[in-house]
Every structure is written in C-alpha cells, then in structure tokens.
T-cell receptor, first 114, second 113 residues
C-alpha cells in the first residue's frame, strides 16, 4: 500500500538533546512538508521541499533543520535551540501538477522533551 | 493573500442530527479549498476538495461541502451524525502566492448519544 510513514509514534528526549524525526513516502510525490501542531493552534509549517536537494523555511523554522537527499525521505531534526519542542509533528507530501494541491499526511510523531 | 476562518472551535450535535461546520475563505483568485479530518493522535485525512468544478462537492464518510462564492463560504455538512464522526476538522485553502496550504484553526466535533 502506498502511503507516508513516520517513526517513531512517540518520542521522549531530555532537554539539550537533538532528535531526528523520520518521514518516508512511497507515493512518488515530489513535494514534502513538516508541520507542528499544538493544542488550539492548528497546523504551522516548519519546512518544505519541492524537489530533492532543495528545501525552504516555513513559518516557524527556527530551531529545526531538514534534509532531502532522496525523493522518498524528508527527516526533521529538532535541535536544542528550539525553545519549546514538545508538540505533535506531522509530515505530508503532495504530487505536483495541475489542480493537485492537496497534501497527504502521515500518522504523526508526538515528541515530549523534559 | 488567501486565508480561512473556521467559525466555532467546538460544535456539539446529537447522534443522527445534522452536522454543519463553517468555513469562510478570503481569496482574490478562484480558490482551491479542502476539508480534512483528524482523529485523536492521528494524521489528517482528506475528506474532500473543491477545484472549481462542481460547487457541491461530495467526500468520504457521507460528508459534502458547498462552495458559495457570494458568501465566500465552504461549509461542511453531513445529514446524520454518527458517533464515529467525533474528531477535529480543518478547512484549508491553497495559497497561489506561496504554494502552501493555509489551515484554519480547526473545529472539534462532539457527537452525543
């Protein structure tokens, strides 16, 4: 089955540690996205990538980093510089094309930093 | 710039009652609009999308939405609520300026037995 996988589902880290969240898709989609979700704040875009080896900052990129070395993979690193990293993180992808603007989401990773 | 506003952060209905979740958009160009559903601790699932074809769009799980340009609205409806419809619902618009999806703040639907 085609889809987006995120691992792990739950992640716990100590303050001051970097942590990398995995996102893999086998939909052959060109674009991939990372969102952060906090209660009552909807979805906020962290980073996105339209093509391999290229990515752009979203609305809240500070304290995060990404890479896009392969079409199917878009890992997100939450660095120790992120002030409040505890949140639900969602990865999404989209097939670029005429009239295809919908994004498809993975199951999410809940990160807790203490 | 495009934006969406969801009216009501919480909506409560009885099982079997009509579901109406409101979404208004702002756009200077013909918009591409979407409704997503999110169950607890899960990702978002696409319910339906409007891409300037028919104004009444049918989606999954018995939901539909009507695009009304005069009212700049794209409200989501379902004739009869089921307990399994309890979830959070997000309206989104594609931004032609940035290429991003702009999401509303979400509406939590509670279904009472």
């Amino acid at each position: 089955d085609g889809g987006i996988t995120q691992s792990p589902k739950y992640l716990f880290r100590k303050e001051g540690q970097n942590v990398t969240l995995s996102c893999e898709q086998n939909l052959n989609h060109d674009a991939m996205y990372w969102y952060r979700q906090d209660p009552g704040q909807g979805l906020r875009l962290i980073y996105y990538s339209q093509i391999v080896n290229d990515f752009q900052k979203g609305d809240i990129a500070e304290g995060y980093s990404v890479s896009r070395e392969k079409k199917e993979s878009f890992p997100l690193t939450v660095t120790s510089a992120q002030k409040n990293p505890t949140a639900f993180y969602l990865c999404a992808s989209r097939q670029k094309g005429w009239d295809t603007y919908e994004q498809y989401f993975g199951p999410g990773t809940r990160l807790t930093v203490t | 710039a495009q934006s969406v506003t969801q009216l009501g952060s919480h909506v409560s209905v009885s099982e079997g009652a009509l579901v109406l979740l409101r979404c208004n958009y702002s756009s200077s160009v013909p918009p591409y609009l979407f409704w997503y559903v999110q169950y607890p601790n899960q990702g978002l699932q696409l319910l339906l999308k409007y891409t300037s074809a028919a104004t009444l769009v049918k989606g999954i799980n018995g939901f539909e939405a009507e695009f009304k340009k005069s009212e700049t609205s794209f409200h989501l409806t379902k004739p009869s609520a089921h307990m399994s419809d309890a979830a959070e619902y997000f309206c989104a618009v594609h931004s032609s300026n940035t290429g991003k999806l702009i999401f509303g703040q979400g509406t939590t639907l509670q279904v009472k037995p």
